[in-house]
Structure formats: structure tokens, C-alpha cells
């Protein structure tokens, strides 16, 4: 089963509109990290929080990770055509020091002008 | 953008026919993976290598192989190719183990037929 799941499976906004997914976990992590994937491209990173950070900026990302609640939020701000695309959250397990990523299913953005 | 190759791009194959994809990096990164991506699944862990001529199963290894000679490439074979298996795959590198990002390639859509 999926490590990460994330919530809404899909969101419509408009442009300059904040955009917020979350994204829930089973098992304890070594970070959490967020992947953009826009249609019929590879992901690309985004941000990465460790388990013992709480909040971590990034231009118009804010990402939030509650280890006690095993979950974590992305909020986009103010958001733009350009950020139509799916994201993905991804926590990182540890295994003999090797960081293995599970990816969630996904959340499909569509941002309209 | 990362220097991750992937070849093919696109293959369409028959039931029983073995196939090889490739990924090749430049990164000279240590850490390489296979991920396949299907609807409502997200990306799943294939297989990974953690160095040459080592490598170990992700979860879902059944029907597939690896293979590491040179830190640049990493190859993944379905040695008889079922319908099941159509999907887009994808490569991904990453370095400085752990808490870091991984890049990914464009991805092979493979269609078994």
C-alpha cells in the first residue's frame, strides 16, 4: 500500500488564488520531500523537509510536516497558470543509510487565468 | 535539468518478448532507480542500485530485473513482457545519502500489446 497519500486527488482554482494539498503517512520518516509533474514529463523536486523541521519556505511554497499527525501540506501562493500539474508527495525511509522514496498518488492541479 | 537519459522514449511490444530499458546519467551520481507510474498508483519502486553490481528490490520487483555495470547506466529488463507491465517508467539519480532530492528522467512509456 501506498506510504503517502494525498489530499484533494485533484483541485481547480483561478489564477492568484493559494493552492493548499496534503498529504498523510503511515510510518515514521526520515524527510518528506514534494515533486511537481507536469503532464507527460518526468517529476521534479521542489522541497524537502527533514523529520525535525516543522515549517520550510520556498519562494511561493510553504511546507508544513506534524510528525505527530504523519502528515504534511503544500500551500502555493498566489498561483499561476504555470503551476497546473500534478504533485506528489514522497517520504523518505531509511534503510542502512540508504534513503528509499515512496511516493502518494498525487494531486492534480488545474490553475485557470 | 539533470543529466538523465532515458532510451526508448516510447516502445510498443508483444506479450512474451523480453525488453531492456535504459537509463543513462552523467550525474556521476551514486544512487540510481526505477519507478513505473500508472493511474491511482503514483510512482512504485521498482528496483535501485546503490552502487555498481549493487542493487536490491523495491516493491514491485515480480517480472523484472537490473543490471549496474558502470556508474552511468542503469538497466532494467522484463525478461517476458506482460500486459500488466505496460506503463511509463521512469529513472531517477540522487547523491549524498540521505536528505536529498532525487532527479528524475523523462520517462519510457512501454505498451505490451
Known amino acids: 500500500s501506498q506510504q503517502g497519500e494525498e489530499d484533494p486527488q485533484a483541485l481547480s482554482i483561478q489564477e492568484g488564488e493559494n493552492a493548499t494539498m496534503n498529504c498523510s503517512y503511515k510510518?515514521?520518516?526520515?524527510?518528506l520531500q514534494w515533486y511537481r509533474q507536469n503532464s507527460g514529463r518526468g517529476l521534479v523536486h521542489l522541497i524537502l523537509i527533514r523529520s525535525n523541521e516543522r515549517e520550510k519556505h520556498s519562494g511561493r511554497l510553504r511546507v508544513t510536516l506534524d510528525t505527530s499527525k504523519k502528515s504534511s501540506s503544500l500551500l502555493i501562493t498566489a498561483s499561476r497558470a504555470a503551476d497546473t500539474a500534478s504533485y506528489f508527495c514522497?517520504?523518505?525511509?531509511?534503510?542502512?543509510?540508504?534513503?528509499?522514496?515512496?511516493f502518494g498518488t498525487g494531486t492534480r492541479l488545474l490553475v485557470s487565468p | 535539468d539533470a543529466g538523465i537519459t532515458q532510451s526508448p522514449r516510447h516502445k510498443v511490444t508483444e506479450t512474451g518478448t523480453p525488453v531492456t530499458l535504459r537509463c543513462h546519467q552523467t550525474?556521476?551520481?551514486?544512487?540510481m532507480y526505477w519507478y513505473r507510474q500508472d493511474p491511482g498508483h503514483g510512482l512504485r519502486l521498482i528496483h535501485y542500485?546503490?552502487?555498481?553490481?549493487?542493487?536490491d528490490k523495491g516493491e514491485v520487483s515480480d517480472g523484472y530485473s537490473v543490471s549496474r555495470s558502470k556508474t552511468e547506466d542503469f538497466l532494467l529488463t522484463l525478461e517476458s513482457a506482460t500486459s500488466s507491465q505496460t506503463s511509463v517508467y521512469f529513472c531517477?539519480?540522487?547523491?549524498?545519502?540521505?536528505?536529498?532530492?532525487?532527479?528524475f528522467g523523462q520517462g519510457t512509456r512501454l505498451t505490451v500489446v
Open positions: 531517477a539519480i540522487s547523491d549524498r545519502q540521505p536528505n536529498t532530492e532525487a532527479f
Open positions: 514522497a517520504t523518505a525511509l531509511l534503510k542502512s543509510g540508504f534513503q528509499k522514496l515512496v
Open positions: 550525474e556521476n551520481h551514486r544512487y
Open positions: 542500485s546503490y552502487g555498481v553490481k549493487d542493487t
Open positions: 510510518t515514521s520518516i526520515n524527510n
